[in-house]
Antibody, heavy 118, light 108 residues
Framework: QVQLVESGGGVVQPGRSLRLSCAVS????????FHWVRQAPGKGLEWVAV????????YYVDSVKGRFTVSRDNSKNTLYLQMNSLRAEDTAVYYC???????????WGQGTLVTVSS | SSELTQDPAVSVALGQTVRITCQGD??????ASWYQQKPGQAPVVVIY???NRPSGIPDRFSGSSSGNTASLTITGAQAEDEADYYC???????????FGGGTKLTVL
């Protein structure tokens, strides 16, 4: 069955870096684009980034542009989010989600918590 | 960039019908998708496109759209429908996506 499993979250100091991974199984990874979506504690969902199925294009929400980089390794069926210069306001559960037809996010991981604190 | 606006909270009596709305300029160009999120769980898509339900989503969930407003309707709300609901759409000006602020649905 379809599975997306995030990992790499944890507690990190402001200004430091962290890399999240999203391991995918159950379908042909290279045929789909993927999103990262985050949710601060007690808050709503916020779209963070998207990467095209072939990795040719990436787009970011303005608040992370220049600090976060989304990438993928189609040989490992894995999606990544490199997060640099982390700030307290980046504290959130980070979800990876598959992009599907009609702009829906049809499968989601369980999320990984990133806490930025000194 | 575009924004999507939702009412923060809505309540409905058990078995009654409730409509949750989402407003935004991007909805003039793109359909909304709707996500249900229960505490401690990942979101689940319940409606997408014009009015499409993924397999496993009860037919009491339906969607509609007019102009800059998308709506999610639950006909005959059940206790298990109590959750947060988010709309989502593609931003019409750039290759961004945006979520509404979410609506907390209480089933009385």
């Amino acid at each position: 069955q379809v599975q997306l499993v995030e990992s790499g979250g944890g507690v990190v100091q402001p200004g430091r870096s962290l890399r999240l991974s999203c391991a995918v199984s159950g379908f042909t990874f290279s045929r789909y684009g993927f999103h990262w979506v985050r949710q601060a504690p007690g808050k709503g969902l916020e779209w963070v980034a998207v990467i095209w199925y072939d990795g040719s294009k990436e787009y970011y929400v303005d608040s992370v542009k220049g600090r976060f980089t989304v990438s993928r390794d189609n040989s490992k069926n894995t999606l990544y989010l490199q997060m640099n210069s982390l700030r307290a306001e980046d504290t959130a559960v980070y979800y990876c989600a598959r992009d599907s037809d009609l702009n829906r996010f049809d499968y989601w991981g369980q999320g990984t918590l990133v806490t930025v604190s000194s | 960039s575009s924004e999507l606006t939702q009412d923060p909270a809505v309540s409905v009596a058990l078995g009654q019908t409730v409509r949750i709305t989402c407003q935004g300029d991007s909805l003039r160009s793109y359909y909304a998708s709707w996500y249900q999120q229960k505490p401690g769980q990942a979101p689940v898509v319940v409606i997408y496109g014009k009015n499409n339900r993924p397999s496993g989503i009860p037919d009491r969930f339906s969607g509609s759209s007019s102009g800059n407003t998308a709506s999610l309707t639950i006909t005959g709300a059940q206790a298990e429908d109590e959750a947060d609901y988010y709309c989502n759409s593609r931003d019409s000006s750039v290759n961004h996506w945006v979520f509404g602020g979410g609506t907390k649905l209480t089933v009385l």
